[in-house]
């Protein structure tokens, strides 16, 4: 089950208390205070595990909360520090503050980590305070509380291809093809109700990830629609394969039409999303008129169309050593939609 949004709480561990205390032992007369200080809380990071999906561990459990610091004690014993919280994210979640929504981070690369909570700081025992003039000092610090706050957390898949076109295109059955993934596969729309990844290797130890995005329709810019849930996903992807049935056998739409479409939903979506390398390709050859739809279709929209059938095998031997050219071409550095804000470190903590 593919959980793609969450709303956690988090809250960094409060400092524990400075002790006020004295000294009271045989032979040691006005022994002086000695009251130590409290532990620091434990600070709340997140990273980008490998190991992690899904959002489906957020969603029965919003509150993230880390260990506080212990108070201090008398013989100048300090207090123990807080446990770190480390909650362990998919790689390409967006962080944002649920009350601000400023954009906190975005986990795009494997094991990178970042503070999202600030611990608290322990107070200082009375120890401290002891002046010449003040030598029986009865104060001491409160610890601090750590920051909380809510958090907004969105993941946006990471794949190199992604696969769109109106329901029925063949796009399940193109990915089942090209790799080991079992999409579901019905002659009928919307059998695809989350994204699908699947691992694309070709020969020469070469390989990159493909996703299988909902159907889009009419609209799903909107909110119409599965596809409107998972538009996002496709702005991670470098190339856009655009799936259009040249069989016409279940959509009903003519390929130019349906090509028409789904480039519409693209660009209303996003013009960033629209301008990304686009291949196109016509599926379903093997259906009668399926070869000259393809290439009515190439003329219309002015660029080449891949003629494949996905059922068949046909076509895409040539359809993955373009994908896998395009895919190296667009490997660059992109620049984020919206800048994160800097998250400061947490505040150093003494030794427990």
């Keep these: 089950m593919l959980v793609d949004r969450a709303e956690i709480y988090i809250r960094a561990g409060k400092g524990g208390d400075g002790c006020s205390s004295f000294r009271r032992e045989r032979c040691v ?9 409290g532990g620091d809380g434990g600070a709340v990071y997140a990273v980008a595990g490998p190991e992690v999906e899904t959002l489906l561990d957020f969603a029965g459990r919003h509150h993230w909360i880390a260990q506080n610091g212990q108070p201090g004690a008398g013989r100048k014993m300090s207090g123990k520090n807080g446990e770190d919280l480390i909650i362990r994210l998919p790689q ?4 944002y503050d649920r009350d601000t929504e400023v954009l906190l981070k975005d986990l795009s690369e494997l094991d990178e980590m970042v503070c999202l909570a600030e611990r608290g700081l ?3 025992g009375n120890v401290h305070f002891a002046r010449a003039t003040h030598q029986t000092p009865r104060e001491s610090e409160p610890g601090t509380v750590g920051v909380e ?3 907004r957390l969105e993941l946006k898949l990471m794949a190199d291809v992604g696969l769109v076109g109106l329901p029925n295109a063949g796009k399940s059955t193109l990915l089942s093809r090209l790799s080991h993934a079992t999409p ?9 109700l989350r994204p699908q990844l699947g691992l694309v290797q070709l020969p020469g130890d070469r390989r990159f990830v493909i996703a299988d995005i909902p159907g889009l329709i009419e609209g799903a810019h909107d909110g119409t629609g599965l596809g409107s849930q998972f538009l996002r996903h496709i702005e991670r992807t470098r190339v856009i394969v655009h799936v259009v049935d040249v069989g016409d056998e279940f959509s009903g739409a003519k ?4 090509y028409q479409t789904i480039r519409r939903e693209l660009r209303e979506y996003s013009e960033t999303l629209a301008e990304k390398n686009e291949i196109v390709v016509g599926n379903k050859i093997d259906l009668p008129g399926g070869t000259e739809a393809a290439t009515e279709l190439s003329e219309a929209i002015g660029k080449p169309v891949l003629p494949i059938s996905a059922v068949a095998g046909k076509g895409l031997s ?6 896998w050219h395009n895919v190296q071409a667009a490997k660059k550095p992109e620049t984020p939609e919206e800048p994160a804000v800097q998250l400061p470190p947490p505040p150093h903590r003494k030794p427990s």
């Design 255 to 258: 390929p130019i039409e349906a």
């Design 92 to 95: 390409g979640t967006l962080i």
């Design 318 to 323: 040539t359809m993955l050593e373009q994908l």
């Design 149 to 151: 706050r809510w958090l």
């Design 122 to 124: 322990g107070g200082r």
């Design 184 to 192: 579901k596969i019905a002659d009928y729309p919307f059998t695809t």
């Design 29 to 37: 007369p006005r022994g002086g205070p000695d009251g130590g200080d």
